[in-house]
């Protein structure tokens, strides 16, 4: 596949990939696979083809069989000029993805591994890229490896992005609905308030602000 620029992925919601030019590439219809496919990107490494079963097809049927056709849909979707493929052989598989955009790296990146000392531009580019939950709608609640996993994973990327929005909010000191990306008036992230600990007050009054009409 071919491109004017490099693949975009999108973990932090539904699960997106797109080409240079901006347009969403069609993903398998399956669930399992678009899972597959978002797990080998959001863990960045190789995995035993024993591992990938037991989380994806702990079950009665062949599950190298269907291993193998999800990685027979996946596979198209990487074969992308800037790097990017699927590697698979006889004991693992894994995702090469050379010069792809994704964007729960990218806001790591901006935040350079401390949020608190992150610059104000950086913090607002990182608060755009959360569009939603973590792999937004690929739980397997039957894949209870696999479902643990994700859900680990979700409960990061949310603790991350309250602690980008109270950063953002001390290191501007005034705020305005507006001034916030429009998808922080998603309800997701007002969940991750129910916690047995509560928020820190300049995350709860970012996000009180931010619900005011």
């Not at 398998?28 to 978002?38: F, I, N, V």
């Not at 979707?77 to 693992?92: K, N, P």
């Not at 995702?95 to 806001?107: T, Y």
């Not at 397997?140 to 980008?164: D, F, G, I, N, T």
Request: contains cysteine; positive net charge.
């Amino acid at each position: 596949m071919e491109s004017s620029g490099p693949l975009r992925i999108r973990l932090l919601g539904e699960l997106q990939l797109a080409g240079g030019d901006g347009r969403a590439l069609v993903l398998p219809a399956s669930r399992k696979t678009r899972a597959l496919l978002g797990y080998l990107v959001a863990t960045g490494q190789a995995h035993r083809r024993e591992r990938l079963c037991d989380l994806f097809w702990d079950g009665p049927d062949d599950p190298r069989a269907e291993l193998r056709w999800s990685l027979s849909k996946i596979r198209p979707l990487l074969d992308w000029s800037t790097g990017v493929r699927l590697v698979a052989d006889r004991e693992r598989v894994s995702v090469e993805l050379g010069g792809a955009a994704v964007d729960l790296a990218v806001v790591r990146s901006r935040l350079g591994g401390n949020v608190s000392a992150a610059p104000t531009g950086a913090l607002k580019e990182a608060a755009a890229l959360f569009g939603g939950e973590f792999l937004d709608g690929l739980d397997l609640p039957l894949c209870y490896r696999y479902q643990e996993w994700c859900m680990a994973e979700r409960e990061a990327a949310s603790r991350l992005r309250l602690s980008v929005l109270a950063a953002w909010w001390s290191a501007s000191r005034i705020i305005r609905p507006m001034r916030f990306p429009m998808r922080i008036r998603s309800p997701w992230p007002i969940r991750c308030l129910n916690r047995a600990t509560p928020p820190s007050s300049g995350c709860s009054r970012a996000l009180d602000a931010a619900r005011k009409p």
